[in-house]
């Protein structure tokens, strides 16, 4: 890194940041904090200035690590805008590329110990016209080698350590997958234009409350680590039966859910339209229930197909796509039972 400054800022040149707004990082610089970082959440993101998984998944939980294993004071550990002292970048000691070389100066710095600060930052849409290239999993994986690296060779850990938190890491992760949520990619146009297609959504299973596994194929460790076509639809597995845990809300109409049918290992992405004890019909285009049209979350592309009186089924669900002429759903199907209803999309 060649400079020739008492302070350096540092940032995306991707018209994400605003350079004109640099005085709160130089005020912090000129009190004495060797590595300012900016904070996007408490600055603010603008729309689709963030994929919908770093924002909720991938910058929360690499802060957080960066936190615990290093105590640095630090919410929004992946800003590209940031400022530091010179001086101070010497003895940091940075070697990684990439993408990583930013996360390595924030735990150098702490391993420093020289004081970090952050101040609010706006984030904008990226302003080229090619398209980003972030990938999410790609991303986040690099982020966390990078940091278990550090930590790791910072505590200078036998492999036999190393198994123990790697084992409870594991464990934290499939509980989160069975409890919380987990990511879902939406596989088909079929809930345009509201979801695009290869779009990952974040499934919220904590709300309606987390379905247990009912075959041991399902089991958190078999289902995140391995895939076995057709063992879950042989009917010699055995069937543990229907378990939930308590959630704090029920489906409401327009939710959008995702659910399995049958003992497939498929999951489909659809919108509630009708509830429990609803009569529904489709006329001209519009999608009446009991009698009154609802307000519409489907596309335009197309004419609807039409149908006549159905009445929902207590404890089922009649869920639609929003691009309606594109779509597999309550039409062809049937109805979706309650035990079939894996979670709902974590809404922005």
């Not at 910058?59 to 800003?79: A, K, W, Y």
């Not at 984030?123 to 980003?132: A, I, Q, S, T």
């Not at 460790?221 to 895939?227: G, I, T």
């Not at 429990?276 to 999608?287: A, F, N, Y």
Request: aromatic residues 12%; charged residues 25%; positive net charge.
């Amino acid at each position: 890194m060649s400079s020739s400054g008492t302070y350096v800022i540092m940032g995306d040149s991707d018209d994400s940041y605003d350079f004109s707004a640099l005085s709160l990082f130089t005020e912090k610089l000129s009190e004495g904090y060797d590595l300012v970082m900016g904070n996007r959440f408490s600055g603010g993101i603008k729309p689709d200035a963030m994929p919908f998984l770093h924002r909720y998944l991938g910058n929360p939980v690499l802060s957080f690590m960066g936190r615990v294993l290093f105590h640095i004071p630090i919410q929004d550990f992946h800003c590209g805008l940031r400022g530091f002292r010179r001086s101070a970048y010497e003895q940091w000691g940075v070697t990684a590329t990439g993408m990583e070389f930013a996360s390595e100066m924030v735990v150098k710095a702490a391993l420093c110990r020289h004081s970090l600060c952050e101040v609010p930052t706006i984030l904008y849409p990226d302003g080229r016209e090619r398209h980003p290239h972030l990938r999410s999993w790609r991303d986040g994986y690099r982020h966390f080698r990078l940091l278990s690296g550090l930590y790791f060779e910072q505590k200078n850990m036998s492999a036999r350590h190393f198994s123990r938190y790697f084992v409870v890491a594991l464990l934290l992760v499939l509980l989160i997958k069975m409890l919380v949520g987990e990511p879902v990619k939406v596989a088909s146009c079929s809930m345009l234009p509201t979801l695009k297609p290869q779009e990952w959504i974040w499934c919220d299973k904590a709300s309606y409350g987390a379905l247990m596994p009912r075959r041991f194929i399902e089991t958190p460790l078999l289902n995140l680590l391995c895939f076995i076509p057709g063992v879950m639809q042989k009917d010699t597995v055995r069937d543990w039966g229907y378990r939930r845990m308590v959630g704090f809300r029920e489906p409401e109409r327009l939710d959008i859910v995702i659910f399995k049918r049958g003992k497939g290992n498929n999951l489909y992405i659809k919108r509630i339209i009708g509830m429990p004890g609803d009569t529904l019909r489709m006329q001209e285009g519009k999608v009446y229930v009991n009698g009154q049209a609802l307000k519409d979350t489907g596309s335009k592309y197309s004419s609807y197909d039409g149908f006549s009186d159905i009445v929902v089924a207590p404890k089922h669900y009649f869920v639609m796509g929003d691009f309606r002429s594109n779509s597999y759903d309550s039409r062809r199907f049937g109805c979706i039972c309650w035990e079939d209803i894996v979670g709902r999309m974590a809404s922005d």
